[in-house]
């Protein structure tokens, strides 16, 4: 049975920092494409990062020069580092292994960054 599960999130002011983790169990985490996505209230889910097995990454614009997606493969873990955060960072943010292992979705954890 795949498992994720997210940890991290919380209330932070702006310009603050936060790092999420995601440890997966049930799977070959070591070639596991990941990513990390977000859902603001009324608003649809968008990726805000990814990693492939190899380490290779991506990002969206909005996040690029303040967030880092990184993994531990020992631990079976997926981190976000986010830094320099801002209001509009605040939404619940998922965790997700990608085909072709996945999609495996995680619960979520919340990030609110207000003053």
């Known amino acids: 049975q795949v498992q994720l599960v997210e940890s991290g999130g919380g209330l932070v002011q702006p310009g603050g920092s936060l790092r999420l983790s995601c440890v997966v169990s049930g799977t070959f985490f070591s070639i596991a494409a990941m990513a990390w996505y977000r859902q603001a209230p009324g608003k649809q889910r968008e990726l805000v990062a990814s990693i492939t097995g190899g380490g290779s990454t991506n990002y969206v614009d909005s996040v690029k020069g303040r967030f880092t997606i990184s993994r531990d493969n020992a631990k079976n873990t997926v981190y976000l580092q986010m830094n320099s955060l801002k209001p509009e960072d605040t939404a619940v943010y998922y965790c997700?292994?990608?085909?072709?292992?996945?999609?495996?979705w995680g619960q979520g954890t919340q990030v609110t960054v207000s003053s």
């Open positions: 997700l292994i990608r085909p072709p292992l996945g999609p495996y």
